[in-house]
């Protein structure tokens, strides 16, 4: 053997779900030239992970595997140049990089492997690593459908008490191939108590941009998230509200500016905030007072009416707007309200209506982030029985037309415990799923199907579990674990 493979890898344990960046050193010991890879852009290199102590090899990682895995059949070759007697070249690699999904946490051994020219095997020595899972203070996600990208965003504190950033994107082809990237931030003081991403609303060439806010008492602070860095990072505003807390989505345009509603206690009672932030260093941010004539006092959530301004009308302007929906108990009946809001001034279009009601408490309720005019997508509401021994009802109400309705009652449920809390899809398609949480286990439901268990452990989530309607009429959940990390996984 005429090459020698040394493998070195970090003292600190990885981060399930981020880079985990290894070093490699091949030596030349023999008395000829040999040909070796001039750079690791991409891998020649494969590594084989094996259990702790060594005896059985718990999957492969290598570049070739991961283009397979996403339909890429046709290899990259990597450039060589050759390595003279007694000589070594120094390479790094990123093993997060070549991982089908995130290695679990636990405790391994690595082995690193170099083919030379007639399949010639070269092995390194094999080192102890170790993979943990964050400890993730405050999460959130997003699905943006317009660049079919799923975005996740973590606070991590570390073993010193700081925050840092790590941001998650992996493509509605390949969910579960996605990578955390650390980012750089002024880290907050104290634990966030919301945090939100921004969806886009119209399209703008603005790559992997994306703002995100998040607030710690009465201030909220915002930046720009790039590939690995940020950009237009706000100081803590004084957002006027005692205890300001984010709605989950916020938007951005074309023209790169971002959009977040806040909600809190002020002098006069509860109040809705827009925040508008600009793409510009020399711009202040603007906090706006959305102008309902009674503010609700269960939790609010948004949608957002995408109507971009016709390219064609050169005096035209966008006619966007903002849907404020709560579900309202007035006595015995429950009613799903629908306010319409002005998101360039904070004005209300459309007061306060009832849009749906019934003498059967709601139990859960999803609405869309973004609604697009040309997309047909629904409101879903889950109707508890009327009377013990009824099913539940799935409701969904057109968001174009909340006339046009159409419900189902689910199956009765016999899991092994009553059902803890229920889930409904981001979008309403005509065959999505429900899921329940019974026993720390995820049950799923379809329309005319009995219920399935999806035998995925949810004991240790750490956030709400997400189920994910995607482009290609998939459906992933996806939930941070205290013990495994950031969980993706498909259950129909």
Not at 122 to 145: C, H, K, Y
Request: hydrophobic share 40%.
């Amino acid at each position: 053997m005429t090459l020698q493979l040394n493998l070195q890898t970090p003292a600190k344990p990885f981060v399930t779900g981020g880079p985990m960046p290894i070093g490699l050193d091949l030596r030349n010991t023999g008395d000829a030239p040999v040909d070796v890879p001039a750079s690791t852009e991409p891998s020649e290199f494969e590594y084989l992970l094996l259990s702790e102590d060594g005896s059985k090899t718990i999957q492969s990682l290598s570049y070739e595997s991961k283009m397979i895995s996403k339909g890429e059949v046709q290899r990259m070759q990597g450039e060589t140049q050759p390595l003279a007697p007694g000589k070594f070249m120094i390479y790094a690699d990123d093993l997060g990089a070549l991982a089908v999904r995130p290695i679990a946490p636990g405790k391994y051994q690595l082995q690193a492997l170099y083919r030379m020219p007639g399949n010639i095997l070269v092995r390194s020595n094999r080192v102890p690593i170790q993979v943990i899972a964050s400890r993730a203070a405050a999460t959130v996600e997003g699905l943006d459908f317009r660049r079919a990208y799923l975005n996740a965003y973590e606070f991590q504190r570390e073993g010193d008490g700081r925050f840092t950033l790590r941001k998650w994107t992996s493509s509605t082809d390949n969910l579960a191939q996605g990578q955390f990237q650390p980012l750089p931030m002024a880290a907050p003081a104290n634990i966030p108590a919301s945090v939100a991403m921004a969806i886009e609303v119209e399209h703008g060439d603005l790559g992997v941009w994306r703002w995100l806010a998040w607030t710690s008492g009465s201030q909220v602070q915002a930046e720009v998230t790039r590939a690995i860095d940020v950009k237009y990072p706000t100081s803590a505003l004084a957002t006027g509200l005692a205890e300001a807390e984010l709605f989950e989505s916020g938007y951005q345009f074309a023209d790169g500016h971002g959009l977040f509603l806040l909600t809190g206690r002020g002098q006069s009672g509860r109040r809705i905030r827009l925040l508008r932030l600009s793409a510009d260093d020399e711009a202040a941010p603007k906090f706006l007072d959305v102008a309902l004539p009674a503010m609700p006092d269960s939790p609010a959530r948004a949608t957002f009416y995408s109507r971009p301004a016709d390219p064609q009308d050169e005096a035209g302007k966008s006619a966007h707007q903002l849907a404020l929906c709560w579900v309202l108990r007035s006595g015995a009946a429950y009613g799903f309200v629908m306010a319409r809001i002005d998101p360039e001034t904070g004005g209300v279009i459309e007061p306060p209506r009832t849009v749906f009601s019934s003498n059967r408490s709601v139990v859960a309720y999803a609405i869309p982030a973004v609604v697009r005019k040309e997309l047909a997508d629904s409101f879903a509401l889950l109707l508890a029985p009327a009377r013990e021994g009824d099913p539940y009802t799935r409701l969904t109400l057109d968001v174009h037309d909340t006339t046009r309705r159409e419900e189902w009652d689910l199956p009765r449920f016999e899991g092994p415990a009553p059902v803890e809390r229920w889930i409904l899809p981001s979008a309403d398609t005509g065959n999505a799923p429900v899921l329940a949480v019974s026993g720390h286990r995820l049950w799923l439901a379809r329309r005319g199907g009995a219920w399935q268990d999806t035998r995925q452990d949810v004991a240790g989530a750490t956030s709400p579990i997400r189920l994910w309607t995607l482009p290609n009429g998939q459906f992933w959940c996806t939930w941070f674990d205290r013990e495994q990390g950031y969980r993706v996984c498909r259950v129909a």
